[in-house]
Every structure is written in C-alpha cells, then in structure tokens.
C-alpha cells in the first residue's frame, strides 16, 4: 500500500511539472513582481494557430497523359527511362517530394532536347516539326506546373508539418541551436522555388538526395519548439512590462532618483535573472528564430500560397500583426519598461 501511495504521489508531481524554459519565465516574472511589490501572476497560454490542414496547402497541378506525351517520341529526348519510373507502380503512389524530383530531372533535358531541334541545321521533316511542336507544350505546361510542383513538396508534406506541429514543447538553448541542422534543408528548397521561377536551368546537384532534407527536417522540428517560445516569451514580456508600467503609476518606490533598498532588490533581479539568464536565451531565440523566419519569408514570397497558408502565416511570420511582430513590440516595450524603472531611481547601467 505504501508503494501505491507513494506512486500516486509522484504521479501528482510529474502532472503539475513544467518544461525548463515555461518555469524560467514563471521564475523571472515572479521576481520581478517580488522585487517592485507587485503581484505578477505570469498566465501562459496555448495561443499559436493550427498549420492548415493538407487538403488547404495543395495546389492544383494538371497531369500531361499519353496523347501530348508520346512516349516512344521522347525516347530521341533520353527520357523514356524517367518516364518509366514515373509510370511505375511505385511511381504512381510517389508523394510530393517524389513528384519534385521527377520534374527537376525531366525539364532540363527536355529543354535541351527542344533546343537541339530547334538549332538544327538541316529544315525539320513534318515529323519533327509536330515533335518540337509537341516537346514545346509539353515544356510549357511543366514550366507553368512547377511552381505548385515546388508549393506542395514545401507546404504539404508530413515532414513540413512537424515544423509547425502545436505539440511541442518550448525550447531550450540546446534546442535553439540545433537551428544549424535544419537551415542546409530550408536553403535548398529555398534554391528549388528559386529555379521554379526560371525559365532554364540544369538539374540541380544531387537532387536525388533531396529526400535526406526532409529526413532532417523531421528529425528536427526546430520550427515547433521556437514558435511555442516565441508565443512564451511574448507572452511573458507583456505581463512583466505591464507590472512594470503599472508600479511606476501607483506610490513611487524611490524619492528624488535616490536608491533604496528596494531598488537595489529590484536592479539585482534585472542583472541577475533578465540579462544575466533571459537576455541570453532571448538573444538565441531572436537571433535563430530570425534566420529560420526568412527562409520561410522566401518560401512564401516566391510560391503560390493557399488562402489558408497566406492567413496562417500572416498570423505567425509575416504580417503587421503576426506572432513575430507582436514579439517585437512586446521586446521594445519590455525594455523601455525597465529603463524607466531604473531611471527612475537613477540606476540605469551606465557604458
């Protein structure tokens, strides 16, 4: 019976326990409410949107079937291996990154192939002529698919998803700067929208690998952790600033910018625990975070977007009134909080 109770008990305290970062920044608030007597209940919500379902991130892309695409015509092409793998069993069933891969090995040879025709020397037999015909609306087509080609290997993919997963927990240092093994996966495809927007390029470099980015993509889902502690440290800044702002407006805590003992409690917490313990993993997140959000900016700026992954990202990364930007006005109001509070004791750090 003593194990049974002492099991409940430990099961009781495992249930009440929080991750490292959400305890530091109940730690931090509450000693700022300590350190200016003000009551500072930090209240951490779940506020982060829900990534879109996938059937709002796929574009519609049009299929060339046999008729246009004749097969044994493009065999003068070298492209009758490819097609094969695409018409495989297994080809049929290829998801998205799959299909991306397929089409940036097919366009360049096919655009050579076009251009070889076209230079040729000797006029073209009708034959030919309906063949070039033929490769250069097959070429069109493709041209104008990629784009959507391209939107659904980045948005609509299981291993994109993790990246905007709501089940993760806020990240740690550790976490932050694992931000390096995932930016070589978001540059490339970074690189892939890019091409998706040229009109002649040669196959991209090892682009049969492609698979092993979204391997360390979810591997890695770096993009979950920072935006939950993106929606944290908002969070935490705003209610700090507001205990802040709102003890300066009540009895003063110094007279004539004279230091008290009260302010010098009050400054050690803010050399102590914002910029000797916050302020370095606030600077991590800023500073990772930024450089995960651009590649994302990028992303969004040079595909074709869904009306639910423009709202979602309008709502996180992008827009005048997204997560990151509500980040930044509660940083810059957090920090002009305490310039006034110490100045008005007359113990602002001094260079």
Known sequence: MRYIVLLCLLTALSGCSQDPVTERLHDYASRVGNAIEFDVELSLVDNLPQYPAKRDRIQPVDDIREGLLDVLDLRRCGLLTLIGERN?????????????????????????????????????DESDQQLLQRLTQIEATKRQNLPGIVANAVFATEEIEQQFSLNATAADQATLEAYTHVEPALQRLAHLADLSQRSDWPVPDNIDQLEDSYAQLYRTPFGASWLKSLSYLTQTLDQTADAL?????????????KPTPQAQIMRNVFERYYAGQLQPWMSAVHRNGQRWRSHWQTLAETL????????????????????????????????????????????????
Request: hydrophobic share 30%; net charge positive.
């Open 304 to 351: 074709p977007l869904t009306p639910q992954l423009q709202d979602y990202f309008s709502a996180t990364l992008l827009g005048d009134t997204s997560l990151w930007q509500d980040y930044i006005s509660a940083r810059d109001r957090h920090t002009k909080s305490w310039q006034r509070m110490l100045g008005h004791c007359g113990m602002m750090p001094s260079a």
């Open 88 to 124: 495989s069993s297994l080809g049929k069933l290829a998801g998205h990154s799959q299909r991306l891969i397929y089409e940036m090995r097919f366009l360049p040879p096919l655009r050579q192939c076009i251009q070889t025709l076209s230079n040729q020397q000797t006029p073209l």
């Open 245 to 257: 702002e709102q003890r300066l407006e009540q009895r003063p805590l110094c007279f004539n910018r």
